[in-house]
Structure formats: structure tokens, C-alpha cells
């Protein structure tokens, strides 16, 4: 029997769908590790976990291992610790070392955490990526931007996607980022050059640091300029092939930085840039599974379940690569107007007749629920075709057709 330490710290829907592909593992039991009651999970998954244990911060390796000790005696000692947030990462890490299980190491788990250990690294691999400094005083960043010119990205040594993330189009963004944040020894600020170019998503799997499976998502705009612009909404592409040059360029990128970041089995998301050229650059790269409904997009295009290939990889380090059938694209629905509540969606009917047969999954927002911001949304749409073109035509109309009213 093997089992599992599962940290799930909120009941997130998609924590909890990756928690449902662990349980249904045949020989496999899982306790939960949660900052919040057993029934914060639902009635279905509350009765099929083997163990419960409550903390006070999920992200504290201190507690972790405290409540991988406090499972095993409800259900035997856990054999693997996993979780699939981003900010857990480099604590799963920490406490695996502390408890002698396997997976992603401290080392690796830091470089992939922060964004100035992971730059170093890739740059020192030859991987192509934009240009970085760990700035400790604004004669540094003043330096770094005279060497790069405006634009420039701000960016959290740790952040996750672009939260916390900053587009500094000239000297008075600079001069309101040097008063907000003060870059100093201990709090220096991370500085990227900003690339021109289509940001996209390399998003893979590895078995003991070979890379085997590999998939690519196309950003409709960028996440940070969705961030900058709340009446934009965002969609996610699928393409159905993968043969393109920039395709082949990221591939081999993305194993190499893979490799110099230290992935030994696991899926990971990196987000790069295709320049106009045709070459490409890395962003940066989380030792996770994709957000934003990407795994669902991924699950659609190959038909098959690639949240249950994800359990099957944390746990039993096995992988068979689905193979790509279809395009899928997903469109974010954000609520348009100054309210924070959301007063109605028009336009669906319409969208309905035109693009529903192509429509696999959707989560509409209700009226009255309150708006959630973010690059992701109030809602979704996800749409299926074998064809790349029709599925970027759907996700044209339903951008053109649907619009949810806030008040």
C-alpha cells in the first residue's frame, strides 16, 4: 500500500481535482494536510481521504513535517509528500528532506522559486532568456535600465504567473517603483529586460530528468497586459500541431532549462516568448502543474485525463504521453463596468448558436457572485475542434458576442 501526504492549504477547485486523481489511484491511500476543517473539502472527498491533519501555515516546512508525522498515525507513514501550488514548492522540499522522502530537492526547488537564481542558471546553460539583475540600490536599477532601455519588468524573486508583476514604461514608473519598494541589501528587486514577441506556455513531463511529453499554449494577450487592463479578456490556445519552428525551438530550450534547473520527475510550466524573428526567449519556469485551466485544455486536446497522468507521475513515476487529437482554447470571462458584483451576462444565446457545438465545459458566472479579478476571471468557456483555426474563430466570437455585467 502506498501513501500519500496530499497538502492541500484552501479548498481551491483545482487543489481539489488534482486531490481526486491521487485518491483514485488503485493501492493508494491519502491523508490531507489542510489549514482548514476535514469538511472544507466536500462531503464526497471528506469520506475517502485515510487521514486529516490541520495546520496553522501550510507553507511552514516546521508544520509540514510535523503533519506528515501526526498522518502517520492515522494511516502509516506517508512514502510521498506532493501538493501542486507554486508557493509550496520550496516548503514540500524542505520538509522531504527533513522526513528522507523522495522528490524535488531544496536546490533544485530553489532555483525554480527564485526568479535571480533561476536566470543565473539558465543563462549559465545557454538557455536564451531576457535580460535580469538583482538590483540592491537604485543606483543598480538606474544602471540596469540605462543598459536595457524602457520598457522594464518588475518582478517578485518569487512570484507566481504575473502576480506582483510590473511593466515600467519610463522614469516616473521607475521613480513610483523605487518609493514603494526600496531595493536594499536584504530586499533587492528584481529587474527584466522586456521582450518583444507572442508569450506562450512550454508545459511538460519529466521521468527521472528526461524530458518525455511536451505541449504549448498560445496567450491571448499576455497575462501581465490583462493584469494592467480589467476590461480585457483572456484566452488560452491550444494548437493542434506542434511542428512549427519556434515549436522545435522551445522544445529544446525547455529540456535544457529543465535540466539546469534540476526537475527530476514531475510536470512543469514555462512561459516563454516567441520574438518576431522567429527565436525565442524563456521567462521563467515553475516546477508545478499549469494553472488557468491549462491541465483541463491539455486533458481536451489529447483526450485524455491528464490529471490522473500527473498522480500516476508524482507517485508511481510512470507516464504514458497522450498523444494530440484536437486544438482547445478556453476564454476567460471578466466583468466589465465599476461594480464588484455581477449583474448579468448578455450576449450567451447568440454565442450559443453560433460557436455551442464546439463548447465542452463552462463555468458561467452567476448573478450576484462577486467579481473575482484576476487574469482568469469570473468564469470560463472552453471550446474543442480538430481544427487550430476553428478553434481560435470560436474564441473570436465568444470575445465578441458575451459580456458580463457587473453593478
Known sequence: MTRVAFVVPYALPTSLRFLRAAIALPGVQVGVVAAEPLERLGEGLARRVSGHWRVEDPFDPGQLVDAVRGLERQMGAPTR????????????????????????GPEA?????????????????????A?????????EVRAFVDEVGYPVILKPRAGAGAQGTHRLEGPGDL???LAAFRPGRDSPLMLEEFVCGEERSFDSVCVNGELLWWSVSHYHPSPLEVLRNDWIQWAVVLPRRLDGGAHHAIREAGARALKALGLGTGMSHLEWFERPSGGVAVSEVAARPPGAQITTLMSYACDADLY?????????????PPQRHYAAGAVYLR??????????????ERAQAEVGE????????????????????????????????????????????VRVELQ
Open 358 to 401: 464546439l463548447v465542452v465545459e463552462a463555468r458561467l458566472p452567476r448573478p450576484g457572485q462577486r467579481r473575482v479579478g484576476g487574469y482568469e476571471g469570473d468564469g470560463y468557456v472552453i471550446v474543442r475542434h480538430p481544427s487550430t483555426e476553428a478553434v481560435e474563430e470560436a474564441i473570436r466570437t465568444i470575445h465578441r458576442r
Open 308 to 320: 490522473a497522468a500527473w498522480a500516476r507521475l508524482m507517485v508511481e513515476e510512470r507516464f504514458d
Open 131 to 139: 535580460r535580469h539583475c538583482l538590483a540592491r540600490s537604485p543606483a
Open 175 to 177: 521613480a513610483v517603483a
Open 335 to 348: 466583468g466589465q463596468g465599476s461594480g464588484d458584483r455581477v449583474a448579468g451576462i448578455r450576449g450567451l
Open 81 to 104: 509528500l506532493l501538493g501542486v501550488l507554486e508557493q509550496l514548492q520550496l516548503p514540500l522540499a524542505l520538509a522531504r528532506r527533513e522526513l528522507g522522502l523522495p522528490g524535488l
Open 109 to 129: 526547488a530553489r532555483r525554480f522559486r527564485d526568479k535571480a537564481l533561476m536566470k543565473d542558471a539558465l543563462r549559465a546553460a545557454g538557455v536564451p532568456c
